[in-house]
């Protein structure tokens, strides 16, 4: 089955700097990687995703970028704010591995600490 | 629009007691269901997924069952809980449709067992 693995598992930034939290994958068939925020005592929730067929997606201040062939991803915060401070969840999934059901591997987490 | 509802939303239990917590979508037929435990400070663990009404798949041995009486429907239950049982309960659905890949958390269920 997949495994991900993420790191750092905790980080702190000062206000305005940049973030990075990285993934590295063990299946080459998935492709699908996901990352949710979850935000103290509440439920996780899709901030932004990349499926293979592309190397980089942005939204704004978040870009997640993907290396298929050293099965790796990553996610970039820039000009970060305090409302960043969250735990990151990156996951990975192969999306057309049959019809009715899927099971996201989800890495351990980052907690990620904006200092004002 | 979807929506997904759990209950309770905070729950202080006595070891040995049972447990019942339930999850319901809203808006979506026939939805992947699961149940994700994540314990102080750690990540998401699946314990159960349903990809049909009495359609049950378990990914951690334990002293936890789920159940899926209805289409919409998801129960997490016990009928003795341990001390180790306390965490952060979270039900999920997602669409049955290949390509649809975004899970949908509810608010979650803290449990304390004491």
């Known amino acids: 089955g997949e495994n991900v693995e993420q790191h750092p598992s905790t980080l702190s930034v000062q206000e305005g700097d940049s973030a990075v939290i990285k993934c590295t994958y063990s299946?080459?068939?998935?492709?699908?990687f996901p990352w949710y925020k979850q935000e103290l005592g509440k439920r996780p929730q899709l901030i932004i995703d990349?499926?293979?067929?592309?190397g980089e997606k942005k939204d704004q201040r978040i870009a997640v970028t993907l290396n298929k062939t050293a099965k790796h991803f990553s996610l970039h915060i820039t000009e970060t704010q305090p409302e960043d401070s969250a735990v990151y969840f990156c996951a990975a999934f192969d999306l057309y591995s049959g019809a009715g059901s899927y099971q996201l591997t989800f890495g351990k987490g980052t907690k990620l600490s904006v200092i004002p | 629009s979807q929506t997904i509802h759990q209950w309770p939303a905070t729950l202080v239990q006595p070891v040995g007691s049972p447990l019942s917590l339930e999850c319901t979508v809203e808006?979506?037929?026939?939805?992947?269901l699961y149940w994700y435990r994540q314990a102080a400070g750690r990540g998401l663990q699946l314990l159960f997924y349903s990809v049909g009404i009495g359609q049950i798949s378990s990914e951690v041995p334990q002293n936890l069952s789920a159940s899926r009486p209805q289409d919409r429907q998801f129960i997490l239950s016990s009928k003795k809980l341990l001390l180790s049982d306390s965490g952060f309960y979270l039900c999920a659905w997602s669409g049955l449709a290949e390509g649809a890949g975004e899970l949908f958390f509810g608010e979650g269920s803290r449990l304390t067992v004491l």
């Open positions: 299946d080459s068939a998935s492709n699908y």
């Open positions: 990349i499926r293979s067929n592309v």
């Open positions: 808006g979506t037929s026939n939805p992947n």
